[in-house]
């Protein structure tokens, strides 16, 4: 039976349980095979062709959760008002006067209760109706987290408020809270508790919200690496040239690519003859020269001449494409770590909801009355519900996450801080990584009796005429070094081999030392270039000898070797890996500080993702730093990506940190961020819970005040602030 592919969009999943329910749901249908990942809220499934999506799509919304197939022309991209960002808003507005009332007794006017209660109501029942609705569905499934405990938390003081109100002595006007901080039994007709129920929605909703504008993002890796092919191309026809859309061309349609534009798809040179740069696939610093019977490969730059070519890849098969389907693969198989408070869940939950029960049961049991025994439970429920809990994960997130943008350091939320504290080996492109990126006249070495001057003139004249990336390096090294360069006349290129002209008279020839295989070599300089073979080397000759070299080259970056050292301190061992030719690999490993054998060079994409998943086999947690389209899939497979924020929108859609600047000291200072950031969430979470469940005993004796519990949340949600704020004194090491 014949099987066929499907994502589904899903809405509604609020942690990785409503993930695995999802998953197993679709498991169960005969022929499916599901995978669902809760970062990118997505379905990856295979189904027999007779099913039909509607099956697939009836069994999510059966599980509690909505589905749909993705439309091709829909743009993931947010459109209108964020949904969530709105309850937050208005939930925001509504309750911060309603926390504002009930802490701070001088401004309990007559009547303050019934306004608060006003305000309250749409805070609890319509911007946490999300948790309430996650909380049904896992009702029904027997299941509980978070939501559940939110749920009944602030339905409880909710509802309890409305008892009080409407049928105890809390509705009186003129009635006002007290400062009374007594561990005491009290009479609960008395306490309303709108400030909890209000406040926590809201501080849950800012983390939710945190969390939903993280998740929105899983799949920009994706439509960057597709943006980067042509949108359209010169294709050529009986009739001529026309200008069509790329997604037109078929295998064997012949299409032109002139210099500056990228090619449109994969495909074979017919004629002409150019440099491409496919340092955004390849990571090769150098352009690679092609003429006809080469292949080129789609997305790369033409930045030479002329180029026909006839289409030899399209659509899905072309390099690009598997590229995307590598980071797409990769991204699904690191699906979101569980939040920390969702592990902790699935035993606080169950048991603050038995002890709850148990404080009724035992109340009653030893004759104390109802309103009693019903007021200590509901006491439970309600202290259980932590409101600095909403704040643990959040604050410590958006003070770390802007202390770490003042640093040029973005973290891509919670699950990326959790992955800073796994890598022992972290892997390193080398061109615009450990390297600028870019060729640089490096070496100028000139034969006795010849001045070094007169070679940077000669040379710079005539290479300020041609626009391959080589020569454009010489020829700026050049005009840094000598100042105004001379006129150049009789020009001629000779495609993939070098430049002729006449310089002040003098005919000259730049370029490869085979194209002056009619001058004469001097030793020193034959020697020179026997030994130089990491870099590329430009002969530059006169009057029928060769009179120097030009030794140009991806420079390394200064702090680089640093960078290194520094990492090996955060306990990392740190591996070169390139897609440039080893010798070049080995010099600047050498360079900087990276051993011989962890130097891995003249790797493809594909490659990378393999050496990455290869040292993931032999027990290696791997952090990756890269900044071409060539690290994407590797970015997204490693245990922690870091993408360079000088390189591609591809890279850095598929890290978890980006590091805005070029300077690869950020990446020691980008784990050291994270980590702290991480202890702090931790030490939020734990002090969150830690006030509650000290708290848990007072209520469930009935000795909880009602003004001791808002003073105990409040001192909670203060500690878990400044906590958190404590991380704005992060300092870097690298240079601002």
Same mark, same amino acid.
């Given at each position: 039976?014949?099987?066929?592919?499907?994502?589904?969009?899903?809405?509604?999943?609020?942690?990785?349980?409503?993930?695995?329910?999802?998953?197993?749901?679709?498991?169960?249908?005969?022929?499916v095979t599901a995978t669902v990942?809760?970062?990118?809220?997505?379905? !990856? $499934?295979?189904?027999?062709?007779?099913?039909?999506?509607?099956?697939?799509?009836?069994?999510?919304?059966?599980?509690?959760?909505?589905?749909?197939?993705?439309?091709?022309?829909?743009?993931?991209?947010?459109?209108?008002?964020?949904?969530?960002?709105?309850?937050?808003?208005?939930?925001?507005?509504?309750?911060?006067?309603?926390?504002?009332?009930?802490?701070?007794?001088?401004?309990?006017?007559?009547?303050?209760?019934?306004?608060?209660?006003?305000?309250?109501?749409? /805070?609890?029942?319509?911007?946490?109706?999300? &948790?309430?609705?996650?909380?049904?569905?896992?009702?029904?499934?027997?299941?509980?987290?978070?939501?559940t405990l939110i749920s009944i938390?602030?339905?409880?003081?909710?509802?309890?408020?409305?008892?009080?109100?409407?049928?105890?002595?809390?509705?009186?006007?003129?009635?006002?809270? +007290?400062?009374?901080?007594?561990?005491?039994?009290?009479?609960?007709?008395?306490?309303?508790?709108?400030?909890?129920?209000?406040?926590?929605?809201?501080?849950?909703?800012?983390?939710?919200?945190?969390?939903?504008? !993280?998740?929105?993002?899983?799949?920009?890796?994706?439509?960057?690496?597709?943006?980067?092919?042509?949108?359209?191309?010169?294709?050529?026809?009986?009739?001529?040239?026309?200008?069509?859309?790329?997604?037109?061309?078929?295998?064997?349609?012949?299409?032109?690519?002139?210099?500056?534009?990228?090619?449109?798809?994969?495909?074979?040179?017919?004629?002409?003859?150019?440099?491409?740069?496919?340092?955004?696939?390849?990571?090769? !610093?150098?352009?690679?020269?092609?003429?006809?019977?080469?292949?080129?490969?789609?997305?790369?730059?033409?930045? %030479?001449?002329?180029?026909?070519?006839?289409?030899?890849?399209?659509?899905?098969?072309?390099?690009?494409?598997?590229?995307?389907?590598?980071?797409?693969?990769?991204?699904?198989?690191?699906?979101?770590?569980?939040?920390?408070?969702?592990?902790?869940?699935?035993?606080?939950?169950?048991a603050v909801l038995l002890l709850?029960?148990?404080?009724? /049961?035992?109340?009653?049991?030893?004759?104390?009355?109802?309103?009693?025994? &019903?007021?200590?439970?509901?006491?439970?429920?309600?202290?259980?519900?932590?409101?600095?809990? +909403?704040?643990?994960?959040?604050?410590?997130?958006?003070?770390?996450? +802007?202390? %770490?943008?003042?640093?040029?350091?973005?973290?891509?939320?919670?699950?990326?801080?959790?992955?800073?504290?796994?890598?022992?080996?972290?892997?390193?492109?080398?061109?615009?990584?450990?390297?600028?990126?870019?060729?640089?006249?490096?070496? $100028?070495?000139?034969?006795?009796?010849?001045?070094?001057?007169?070679?940077?003139?000669?040379?710079?004249?005539?290479?300020?005429?041609?626009?391959?990336?080589?020569?454009?390096?010489?020829?700026?090294?050049?005009?840094?070094?000598? +100042?105004?360069?001379?006129?150049?006349?009789?020009?001629?290129?000779?495609?993939?081999?070098?430049?002729?002209?006449?310089?002040?008279?003098?005919?000259?020839?730049?370029?490869?030392?085979?194209?002056?295989?009619?001058?004469?070599?001097?030793?020193?300089?034959?020697?020179?270039?026997?030994?130089?073979?990491?870099?590329?080397?430009?002969?530059?000759?006169?009057?029928?000898?060769?009179?120097?070299?030009?030794?140009?080259?991806?420079?390394?970056?200064?702090?680089?070797?640093?960078?290194?050292?520094?990492?090996?301190?955060?306990?990392?061992?740190? $591996?070169?890996?390139?897609?440039?030719?080893?010798?070049?690999?080995?010099?600047?490993?050498?360079?900087?500080?990276?051993?011989?054998?962890?130097?891995?060079?003249?790797?493809?994409?594909?490659?990378?993702?393999?050496?990455?998943?290869?040292?993931?086999?032999?027990?290696?947690?791997?952090?990756?730093?890269?900044?071409?389209?060539?690290?994407?899939?590797?970015?997204?497979?490693?245990?922690?990506?870091?993408?360079?924020?000088?390189?591609?929108?591809?890279?850095?859609?598929?890290?978890?940190?980006?590091?805005?600047?070029?300077?690869?000291?950020?990446?020691?200072?980008?784990?050291?961020?994270?980590?702290?950031?991480?202890?702090?969430?931790? %030490?939020?979470?734990?002090?969150?819970?830690?006030?509650?469940?000290?708290?848990?005993?007072?209520?469930?004796?009935?000795?909880?005040?009602?003004?001791?519990?808002? &003073?105990?949340?409040?001192?909670?949600?203060?500690?878990?602030?400044?906590?958190?704020?404590?991380?704005?004194?992060? !300092?870097?090491?690298?240079?601002?």
């Open positions: 039976m014949s099987t066929q592919d499907v994502e589904l969009e899903l809405t509604g999943m609020t942690c990785a349980s409503c993930a695995n329910r999802i998953e197993r749901k679709l498991n169960k249908l005969d022929g990942n809760y970062a990118t809220e997505r379905a !990856s $499934v295979s189904y027999p062709a007779d099913l039909g999506t509607d099956r697939l799509v009836e069994t999510v919304e059966a599980a509690g959760y909505a589905a749909r197939v993705p439309e091709p022309t829909r743009n993931d991209e947010e459109d209108g008002r964020d949904p969530l960002a709105v309850r937050l808003l208005v939930s925001t507005v509504l309750s911060v006067p309603v926390v504002v009332l009930a802490m701070v007794p001088p401004w309990q006017f007559a009547g303050w209760q019934w306004v608060s209660l006003v305000l309250a109501l749409p /805070v609890v029942l319509w911007g946490g109706l999300g &948790f309430h609705r996650a909380a049904w569905t896992n009702l029904r499934h027997r299941a509980t987290t978070m939501d938390g602030t339905l409880a003081a909710l509802g309890w408020s409305l008892y009080a109100l409407f049928l105890g002595s809390a509705g009186e006007i003129g009635m006002s809270h +007290g400062f009374s901080l007594t561990v005491e039994r009290g009479d609960g007709t008395a306490n309303v508790y709108l400030e909890a129920a209000a406040g926590v929605t809201t501080f849950l909703l800012a983390g939710r919200w945190l969390e939903h504008r !993280s998740k929105r993002r899983a799949g920009s890796a994706l439509r960057a690496l597709m943006d980067l092919g042509a949108k359209d191309v010169t294709l050529l026809t009986d009739d001529g040239e026309r200008r069509v859309a790329a997604d037109q061309l078929g295998v064997g349609d012949a299409f032109v690519v002139r210099p500056g534009e990228t090619v449109a798809t994969d495909g074979e040179v017919v004629s002409g003859s150019s440099a491409v740069d496919t340092s955004m696939l390849t990571g090769e !610093s150098v352009p690679v020269e092609v003429a006809a019977g080469d292949a080129v490969t789609g997305a790369t730059l033409n930045v %030479g001449g002329r180029l026909l070519v006839r289409a030899t890849r399209v659509g899905a098969d072309t390099r690009l494409a598997r590229m995307a389907r590598l980071v797409e693969d990769a991204q699904t198989g690191k699906a979101a770590a569980q939040r920390l408070a969702d592990r902790v869940s699935a035993v606080f939950v169950p709850a029960l148990a404080t009724l /049961v035992t109340w009653l049991a030893v004759g104390e009355p109802a309103q009693a025994a &019903f007021t200590a439970a509901v006491a439970v429920l309600i202290i259980a519900c932590p409101c600095a809990l +909403g704040l643990a994960t959040p604050m410590a997130l958006m003070v770390g996450t +802007g202390r %770490g943008a003042q640093l040029g350091i973005l973290i891509k939320g919670p699950e990326a801080l959790e992955r800073t504290r796994r890598p022992d080996v972290v892997v390193l492109d080398k061109t615009g990584t450990v390297t600028t990126g870019a060729m640089s006249l490096v070496e $100028v070495l000139a034969t006795d009796g010849t001045d070094e001057t007169a070679v940077l003139r000669y040379a710079g004249a005539l290479e300020e005429a041609s626009e391959h990336p080589v020569a454009r390096a010489i020829a700026v090294g050049a005009r840094e070094r000598v +100042g105004v360069l001379p006129e150049v006349t009789d020009f001629v290129n000779e495609p993939g081999r070098g430049v002729r002209g006449t310089v002040d008279g003098t005919a000259v020839v730049v370029g490869r030392p085979g194209l002056l295989t009619g001058q004469t070599m001097p030793d020193d300089l034959a020697a020179a270039l026997a030994t130089e073979t990491a870099r590329t080397t430009v002969a530059v000759g006169w009057d029928g000898a060769v009179r120097g070299l030009l030794v140009v080259a991806d420079r390394v970056k200064d702090t680089s070797a640093e960078a290194v050292a520094d990492l090996r301190a955060l306990g990392l061992r740190p $591996v070169l890996l390139t897609g440039d030719a080893e010798p070049v690999a080995r010099a600047v490993a050498a360079e900087v500080g990276i051993d011989a054998a962890d130097v891995v060079a003249g790797v493809l994409p594909e490659e990378k993702v393999d050496v990455v998943r290869r040292l993931q086999r032999e027990g290696h947690a791997v952090a990756m730093v890269g900044d071409g389209v060539n690290d994407a899939a590797a970015l997204a497979t490693a245990d922690l990506g870091l993408a360079m924020g000088t390189g591609t929108d591809a890279a850095i859609e598929a890290s978890d940190l980006t590091l805005v600047r070029g300077d690869l000291r950020v990446a020691g200072d980008a784990i050291r961020l994270s980590r702290r950031t991480l202890g702090t969430i931790r %030490g939020n979470l734990f002090w969150a819970f830690a006030y509650n469940v000290a708290a848990l005993p007072l209520a469930a004796l009935g000795l909880l005040n009602p003004m001791l519990a808002g &003073f105990a949340m409040a001192a909670s949600s203060l500690f878990v602030v400044g906590n958190s704020l404590r991380l704005r004194r992060f !300092s870097a090491r690298a240079g601002t």
